[in-house]
Every structure is written in structure tokens, then in C-alpha cells.
């Protein structure tokens, strides 16, 4: 398992993590199961955002003796009520269920606490000026939340959420087909006209550019909906990519720092773990987003690092990432040009490394 750096809090974080909706509702035996293996395979960071008091008390009993070794995201705003799932904004409500977490989950603090499901300036401005951020700040403070984020699918929420100066990562929905769709359009909407998706798929800047933003900010990107909820595995679905392919992609963009994975059973989390050991042709997924993009669409480094081998051991991919964040380029490009040959996205490279 690699790691990354959640670089405000210098915290190490697993490429791969692990999100527990889909096993809200599984036995205790299988919630272990599934925990076991992640943990034994060095995963170290669980998404656990449901109200639900049994996943709460499965995994409080699942990490007996081994808290330290799994953090833990709790999300504030995400209740139970009348044993259905509500997003609320109620402080009362919110408060109640932080500590029925900790008091189920057997700890005195939580790793990462997210202000949960955030995708309207409106509802942003409540959680931001109606108690809820405030909450969270005084919980760090006192050492109870380790670090704070938010959850979020819009750009334009995440950006307001970095104006705080207070976020330490945003949870957000990234994987291929949203990041062609563009910003105004419904996703979920589009994603049933196949024949719309397939005509008006074309690089979305917007989400492109808050990622570098992220990245200019030190603010770490936990991505969820890597794989569209299984869609983008299936024959039908306008760009068809494997489970490798999906995660290259989440994981090479700027500021991403795991993906964070559901399962319904062992075997499902199992094959995301073989990430871990897939080649690079397994995760190769430069040649079929190539093909789903518009050619109208302006030329853009998709950080697939086709462009390698650099004699001057550049490593060109991350170089593009911190010149989308504002970065200067690298001061070693002799302009051989053979990055731009091999590039699929045809990047002109040398122009950028050499302005």
C-alpha cells in the first residue's frame, strides 16, 4: 500500500480507503471480515458517515484494540430518524449523533470530521455561520476531531468551503464521466440519456481547475464515486473503464490523496485492494478518456505520465500538477521533445516547461 500526505496535518493517508455505506445494514461477522482484510492489507482511513446505531456499534467492536491503527471520518449533519437516513442541520440533532458515534464506536476522538453533504451555497452558509463549523472548530481544539473537511459534489461549494481557511480536505465526487460533464448540467440526469452524455461530453474546466486549486492550497481531495457507483464498470456505460483504470485516474489527479471505496461483500473490497499490485498497463487509462473527449476540446495534461521516460528524470506528470497550481516549471527541460511525442493529449509539453 502507498501513502499520501494530508499536507496541512502532515497525516499519512492510504492510497485506497474504505467506505462503509454499502455494509450499513451487514452482519457483524462480514463488517469485521471486510475491516480485517482492509486493515491487513494497510489501508488506515474508513469513511464511516452513517447514523445507523448497528454499523456504528460493528465497527466500535470490530477495532477494539486496534483504533490506532484505522482513522475514522464522522460526518456532522448525517442522522438516523424513524430508521431512515436525514441530512439535518438541526444542532441539536447534529451533536446528539457525534457523540452517539464516539460513545459507539468505543473512542474519544474522531480522525476526520466532515461537514456532511454540502451541495448548495445556501445550505453551505448555514453550516458555515450556524453553528456546525463552529462545532467542529471547538471539537479540534480540544483534540476531540484531529483534522476537518467537508463533503461536497459542486465546485463552487467546495471553493466557498476553502475561503474559510479551515478545511483540511474536501470529500469529493471524482472519476472520468464527471469530469466531462459539464457544471450546469445534472449528472445523475445525463448519465440516463446516453445519447445526450455522448454528445455533449467535453472536459469540464471547472472541476479540472478546483483540483488544482486544492492543490495550490494544500487542501487534500479524499475522492468518492471513483467508479460512479459501478456504473463506469459496466458494458453500457458511455465510457467503459475497468476498476484499475478508474482508480489511476481518481488517484493521478492534483491534490488527491486516496480513493475512498464501498463493497457490499469481501470480495468486492478485495478486488479494489489488487490496485495495489496492478501494472501499469492494468491502470492505463489515457487511451479510452482520449477517446471520449470532444476534439474541439483545448489540449490539457491528464497526468497519465505517457510522456515518460524524461532524460532529465523529470517526473512530468506531478511537474504539470504544480503548474496548474501556480507553480514555476521545472528549470531542466533541455526541449527534446520526446515527452510530446509520446503524449496522447497531444500537451505541448515544451511550451509549457519553457514559457
Not at 462503509?20 to 494497510?42: L, R, S
Not at 474522531?110 to 461537514?115: A, G, R, S, W
Not at 474536501?170 to 464527471?178: C, D, G, H, T, Y
Not at 493521478?252 to 470480495?267: D, E, H, M, R, T
Request: hydrophobic letters at 40%; glycine letters at 6%; aromatic letters at 8%.
Amino acid at each position: 500500500m502507498q501513502y499520501r500526505t494530508i499536507k496541512k496535518t502532515g497525516i499519512k493517508i492510504s492510497e485506497i480507503s474504505l467506505g462503509a455505506e454499502h455494509i450499513e445494514k451487514a452482519p457483524f461477522d462480514k463488517v469485521k471480515t471486510i475491516i480485517d482484510m482492509a486493515m491487513d492489507n494497510g489501508v488506515n482511513y474508513t469513511d464511516l458517515f452513517m447514523g445507523s446505531p448497528d454499523i456504528r456499534d460493528h465497527f466500535g467492536k470490530a477495532l477494539k484494540g486496534k483504533r490506532d491503527k484505522m482513522m475514522i471520518a464522522g460526518h456532522l449533519g448525517a442522522v438516523r430518524k424513524n430508521n431512515q437516513y436525514h441530512r439535518t442541520r438541526d444542532m441539536k440533532l447534529v451533536k446528539d449523533f457525534f457523540w452517539d458515534l464516539l460513545k459507539r464506536i468505543d473512542t474519544d476522538y474522531i480522525d476526520m470530521l466532515m461537514l456532511h453533504f454540502i451541495d448548495e451555497m445556501d445550505d453551505l452558509d448555514v453550516c458555515i455561520n450556524g453553528g456546525m463549523l463552529d462545532f467542529a472548530l471547538e471539537l479540534k481544539k480540544k483534540g476531540v476531531a484531529r483534522m476537518i473537511g467537508i463533503s461536497t459534489h459542486v465546485p463552487d461549494v467546495a471553493r466557498g468551503a476553502m475561503t474559510t481557511n479551515q478545511m483540511d480536505a474536501i470529500m469529493f465526487s471524482i472519476n472520468p464521466l464527471f469530469d466531462l460533464m459539464p457544471s450546469e448540467k445534472g449528472i445523475y440526469k445525463l448519465f440516463k440519456d446516453k445519447d445526450t452524455i455522448k454528445k455533449t461530453v467535453s472536459l469540464n474546466n471547472d472541476r479540472h481547475n478546483l483540483y488544482a486549486e486544492c492543490q495550490k492550497q494544500d487542501v487534500a481531495l479524499i475522492v468518492m464515486k471513483a467508479l460512479f457507483a459501478g456504473r463506469l464498470l459496466k458494458k453500457d456505460s458511455p465510457i467503459q473503464m475497468t476498476l484499475n483504470q478508474c482508480i489511476s485516474y481518481a488517484l493521478s489527479q492534483p491534490s488527491v490523496v486516496s480513493a475512498c471505496l464501498g463493497c457490499k461483500k469481501p470480495k468486492e473490497f478485495a478486488q479494489s485492494l489488487e490496485y495495489v499490485n496492478a501494472t501499469d498497463e492494468q491502470k492505463d487509462f489515457a487511451q479510452i478518456y482520449k477517446d471520449s473527449l470532444s476534439w474541439s476540446d483545448e489540449a490539457k495534461c491528464m497526468y497519465c505520465n505517457h510522456c515518460l521516460p524524461c532524460p532529465q528524470e523529470i517526473d512530468i506528470a506531478d511537474a504539470m500538477r504544480n503548474i496548474d497550481a501556480g507553480s514555476a516549471p521545472p528549470d531542466n527541460c533541455i526541449s527534446c521533445g520526446l515527452c510530446e511525442e509520446r503524449c496522447p493529449f497531444d500537451v505541448k509539453i515544451m511550451d509549457i516547461f519553457n514559457p
